[in-house]
């Protein structure tokens, strides 16, 4: 199986603050990446498709860049509504995994 | 606006069984593979099984495999997870999710139930 690696696993940031996460896969995925939010006790909410294709609806201060094995998701200015739990997800073949989480925090 | 509801869960021994059902509205389910994804508390994602539109194929994880069986009830519109042999570590979460695109192979996950609890306790 492929394996996801975040990181920072978490991280703290102000309001207005440009932050990237790190997404890592053991074997390339070529672009077959997603990207989630989820904020406690919700869903996970889709941002982002095929490494960098965002989906309707979220704010363009999310952005997802990589192909093959190194992915980041980038957030410029981060808002209140941003802290959340970002996960990875690969889905290049059965079975799909998703990353460890990276908790963005106040600070 | 697609809606995703999962009923079924609650407390249950180890050893035993639960069924749950993941229920559409504003679509039709067959039309989509539909996967579960579960989360045990305070811990990450993690895929547990999919089945496809046609209910051809189906998938699981290593983790579920034997235990969990998912079917189409396609005049109610509903995914049933039938889980068996319960164990502590199926604690968890577990979400439907409607499969928005795929590689080919696999694919991601644009719309997600709000989730049911399972618990596995004596």
């Known amino acids: 199986d492929i394996q996801m690696t975040q990181s920072p696993s978490a991280l703290s940031a102000f309001v207005g603050d440009r932050v990237t996460v790190t997404c890592r896969a053991s074997?390339?995925?070529?672009?077959?990446l997603a990207w989630y939010q989820q904020k406690p006790g919700k869903a996970p909410r889709l941002l982002i498709s095929?490494?960098?294709s965002l989906e309707s609806g979220v704010p363009p201060r999310f952005s997802g860049s990589g192909s093959g094995t190194e992915f980041t998701l980038t957030i410029t200015s981060l808002q209140p509504d941003d802290f959340a739990t970002y996960y990875c997800q690969h889905y290049e073949s059965y079975f799909p995994t998703f990353g460890q989480g990276t908790k963005v925090e106040i600070k | 606006q697609v809606q995703l509801v999962e009923s079924g869960g609650g407390v249950v021994q180890p050893g035993r069984s639960l069924r749950l059902s993941c229920a559409a509205s504003g679509v039709t389910l067959s039309n989509y593979v539909i996967h579960w994804v579960r989360q045990a508390p305070g811990k990450g994602l993690e895929w547990v099984a999919a089945?496809?539109?046609?209910?051809?194929?189906?998938y699981y994880a290593d983790s579920v495999k034997g235990r969990l069986t998912l079917s189409w009830d396609t005049s109610k519109n509903t995914v049933s997870l039938q889980m068996d042999s319960l164990g502590l570590e199926d604690t968890a979460v577990y979400y439907c999710a409607t499969e928005g695109g795929t590689s080919g192979k696999c694919g991601f996950f644009n719309y997600w139930g709000q989730g049911a609890l399972v618990t596995v306790s004596s």
């Open positions: 089945i496809s539109g046609d209910g051809h194929s189906k």
């Open positions: 095929k490494a960098s």
């Open positions: 074997q390339s995925i070529s672009n077959w």
